[in-house]
C-alpha cells in the first residue's frame, strides 16, 4: 500500500472515482460478485477456523509506503479497502462451509497466532510493504504452509475459488477431517482435496502527483 501526493481520485479495480466513498461502494460490488461464484461444499472439515489478519494500526505502520505527508482521507480510504480486500477471505472461507465455523480476528504481531487443538488457523503474515503472503496451520503442525493466490488467473470469482481449492488440499493433507469423522488425509476422493493432490507443498505502487490514489482489490 502505497500513498503519496494528495489525490482528487480514488482508483478502484481499474476505474477512477471521484470521492472515496464511490470507490469503496465499487469496491463491496466486487465482492458480492465474487461471493456470488462460491458454492459451499458437500461437508465441511470440523473445527473452527480462524482467519487472522493484520489490525488497522498493524495496516498502517507495516502496509503503507508513504511519500510526502498524505491527508488523513487518504490514508483512511487505503486502510479500509486493504482491510477490506483481506477480509474477502474470511467471507469466501464462511460462504465455502469449509469449515464447520469461521471467526475473522485482528492480530498485531508478525509472529504465529497461538490456536487450539481442532482450530485450523488461516493467516496472512505482513512483514513489510509487498511482503505478505497467506499462511495454513493448526496446533499440531510444526510450520506453517503457504497458501498461494494465483495472480495469473483474472481478478474475480475464479481466482478465489482456486484459493480456496490450494486450502482445502492443504487442510486434507495435513489431516483435516471431515464432519463425519473420515480422515481426508491423502484421499483423492475426498471432495476437498479433488483438484489439488498430495504434491509439494498488496500494496499500492507510487505514482506522481496528480494521479489517484489506488488500493488492493477487490
Known amino acids: 500500500m502505497l ?14 472515482y471521484q470521492t472515496s ?30 482467519v487472522f489478519i493484520p489490525s488497522d494500526a498493524d495496516l ?5 509506503v508513504r511519500t510526502g505527508t498524505p491527508p488523513p482521507e487518504v490514508e483512511d480510504y487505503v486502510a479500509m479497502t486493504n482491510r477490506q480486500a483481506l477480509a474477502t477471505f474470511h467471507e469466501i ?3 465455502r462451509a469449509l ?9 498485531i504481531r ?9 482450530e485450523h488457523a488461516v493467516w496472512v503474515q505482513l ?27 483474472p481478478l474475480g470469482g475464479a481466482r478465489y475459488v482456486d484459493w480456496l481449492e490450494r486450502l ?21 476422493s475426498s471432495p476437498q482435496a479433488r483438484r489439488y493432490r498430495i504434491t509439494g507443498p498488496r500494496p499500492c505502487r507510487r505514482r506522481p502527483a496528480g494521479r489517484p490514489a489506488q488500493s488492493n482489490e477487490p
Not at 510493504?129 to 503457504?146: C, D, I, L, R
Request: include cysteine; hydrophobic fraction near 40%.
Open 99 to 107: 469449515f464447520e465455523s469461521a471467526d475473522l480476528q485482528d492480530v
Open 60 to 64: 498502517r505502520a507495516r502496509g503503507v
Open 168 to 188: 482445502a488440499h492443504e487442510v486434507a493433507r495435513n489431516g483435516g477431517r471431515l464432519v463425519d469423522g473420515a480422515a481426508s488425509r491423502g484421499s483423492s
Open 3 to 16: 500513498i503519496g501526493c494528495v489525490p482528487t481520485t480514488y482508483m478502484m479495480g481499474g476505474q477512477t
Open 127 to 153: 512483514l513489510a510493504p509487498n511482503q505478505s503472503g497467506w499462511k495454513y496451520f493448526t496446533a499440531e503442525m510444526t510450520e506453517p504452509v503457504t497458501i498461494l493466490v494465483d495472480n495469473s488467473l
Open 110 to 118: 508478525t509472529a504465529r497466532p497461538e490456536i487450539g487443538p481442532g
Open 21 to 50: 466513498a464511490e470507490g469503496l461502494a465499487a469496491q463491496q460490488a466486487m465482492i458480492s460478485q465474487i461471493l456470488s461464484k462460491v458454492d459451499p461444499v458437500p461437508r465441511p472439515f470440523a473445527g473452527r477456523a480462524i
Open 93 to 95: 472461507i464462511a460462504k
